[in-house]
């Protein structure tokens, strides 16, 4: 058997698994250790007595990627992302921003959804976590909402759907885990998130707006607040806005020349200025512990998937199936668009069965090149690409779509686990209940995807400048 006949066979083996309910991190690890071993041991004709060498090799090879690959300096990000998100909202921020938003735009048809959308937005610039993000504004935004007459799944779908934003605007923990697998800038694609979040809010918005203005009694708007009110609720929110403008200098310096830092830097600044923040606020040493606690238990699951999943990657190398896969993505005989658009399709179904960082660290191998392989290559320029971009700004492109089409997962049933999220912060509302609040914004991901193909620019403007 070839190895390619291999590598389909053991992928075959992981879908089943993962579709019958089987941690992604697990059911990756299981099978890329039993790939690596039959991989071996066919190289030496199935030699009953070469098979405790094929054990052996494989343990061995697998044993070298959870440090290996996760002693990443670049990966030290995520958790000081993370902790970020949760040090925020116990020094108060969260709770001033979404006050900030309200008097500013409750006023609107669903004024109250679409402060809920702009705060998760603000919050999503000072966290890297989406399921950070839902749970702490399952706890501010929701109960404001029912008691102004919202109906309960919509409130519950409006804050899963706000706090995907997270995966998009920078610091965003997918995004470092996508430029980590394809060996890109960081900085640079942490840069390409911001403006393509901003857009997505504001379709978020409009969607919100327009089923407020064709549904009566949808989402009655919040009205009373006079100017002096919206200008006082403005300076409790300016340490968000400061934390961004920090983390922003240490990526890329907008006032030209060198950058302060890294982003890894950059953002352990960010944790310590807002650390700092919250002992003014009144942080006391349980509040602390359990943002510790909880910065750690998302961490840790994110690193197993990680790990697990990078074991399935190196028996994919052994395989050769990523270049095979490439090879028969270049001789299809259509548009490099069309095919494109099927990759996407492809990762809105997937998205079903699987979480977001473990979907795109099991397909990235395999896809990355094939997409790099229509566009023309890693190396090709502007003017001799199919998408009209040279390899490096085509990586970031396709990084920003696919990271946006990787938010659908965390909205989709029957895995969404921010939808779950919110179910668990809100005992009164069910799963079902907050998948159904939730429909509506596939829609408004389509339009955003639509916008982001359309029109490369939205992502491709601010990395390059850097």
């Known amino acids: 058997m070839e190895p390619i006949d291999i590598g389909i066979a053991v992928t075959g083996v992981l879908f089943v698994l993962v579709i019958f309910g089987m941690r992604v991190a697990f059911a990756?690890?299981?099978?890329?250790?039993?790939?690596?071993?039959?991989?071996?041991?066919?190289?030496?004709?199935?030699?009953?007595?070469?098979?405790?060498?094929?054990?052996?090799?494989?343990?061995?090879?697998?044993?070298?990627?959870?440090h290996?690959?996760?002693?990443?300096q670049a990966l030290s990000l995520i958790p000081t992302f993370i902790l970020i998100g949760y040090l925020a909202y116990h020094a108060g921020l969260t709770k001033a921003l979404f006050e900030a938003a309200k008097r500013w735009v409750g006023w609107l048809p669903g004024g109250l959804a679409v402060a809920s959308v702009f705060a998760t937005a603000g919050f999503a610039a000072v966290s890297g976590a989406s399921i950070a993000t839902s749970a702490v504004f399952a706890r501010i935004a929701i109960p404001e909402m029912l008691e102004a007459g919202y109906?309960?799944?919509?409130?519950?779908?409006?804050?899963?759907?706000?706090?995907?934003?997270?995966?998009?605007?920078?610091?965003?923990a997918i995004l470092v885990i996508y430029a980590i697998i394809v060996e890109q800038d960081v900085g640079k694609l942490l840069l390409a998130g911001f403006i393509p979040g901003a857009f997505s809010a504001l379709i978020y918005a409009a969607l919100i707006i327009g089923m407020a203005l064709?549904?009566?009694?949808f989402g009655p708007p919040v009205t009373g607040f006079t100017w002096r009110e919206r200008l006082a609720s403005l300076p409790p929110a300016m340490p968000i806005l400061f934390v961004v403008v920090v983390i922003i200098f240490f990526i890329y310096n907008p006032l030209g020349g060198e950058a302060w830092g890294t982003p890894t830097e950059g953002g352990a600044i960010g944790a310590f200025v807002v650390f700092c923040m919250a002992l003014l606020h009144g942080m006391?040493?349980?509040?602390?512990?359990?943002?510790?606690?909880?910065?750690?238990?998302?961490?840790?699951?994110?690193f197993t998937i990680i790990w697990g999943v990078l074991i399935y990657v190196r028996f994919l190398g052994f395989a050769d199936l990523p270049g095979a896969f490439a090879d028969?993505?270049?001789?299809?005989?259509?548009s490099p668009m069309l095919t494109l658009?099927?990759?996407?399709?492809?990762?809105?179904?997937?998205?079903?069965?699987?979480?977001?960082?473990?979907?795109?660290?099991?397909t990235l191998p395999v896809v990355y090149p094939a997409v790099m392989a229509l566009n023309g290559g890693e190396g090709v320029s502007a003017a001799d690409s199919a998408f009209g971009m040279s390899g490096p700004m085509c990586a970031i492109w396709f990084g920003i779509l696919v990271v946006k089409m990787a938010?659908?997962?965390?909205?989709?049933?029957?895995?969404?686990?921010?939808?779950?999220?919110?179910a668990g912060v809100r005992p009164d509302i069910s799963v079902q209940e907050v998948f159904r609040g939730a429909a509506p914004f596939f829609v408004a991901d389509a339009l955003t995807i639509a916008g982001l193909i359309a029109f490369p620019a939205i992502v491709l403007y601010l990395p390059s400048l850097a």
Request: proline share 5%; glycine share 10%; hydrophobic share 55%.
């Open 214 to 217: 064709t549904f009566s009694r």
């Open 68 to 72: 290996s690959k996760v002693a990443n």
């Open 341 to 362: 658009i099927l990759i996407l399709l492809a990762y809105a179904v997937l998205g079903m069965f699987m979480d977001a960082i473990g979907m795109l660290l099991l």
């Open 407 to 422: 938010e659908l997962c965390l909205i989709t049933p029957p895995i969404g686990l921010n939808c779950f999220v919110v």
């Open 151 to 172: 109906d309960k799944k919509f409130a519950a779908g409006v804050v899963a759907a706000g706090g995907t934003l997270a995966s998009l605007i920078p610091p965003s």
């Open 28 to 66: 990756a690890a299981v099978t890329g250790l039993l790939g690596l071993i039959w991989i071996f041991w066919s190289k030496r004709g199935y030699d009953p007595e070469m098979f405790g060498w094929a054990l052996t090799v494989a343990v061995k090879t697998a044993g070298q990627v959870p």
């Open 328 to 334: 028969w993505i270049g001789g299809l005989e259509q």
């Open 284 to 302: 006391r040493w349980p509040q602390l512990r359990e943002a510790l606690i909880e910065t750690a238990k998302l961490s840790v699951m994110i």
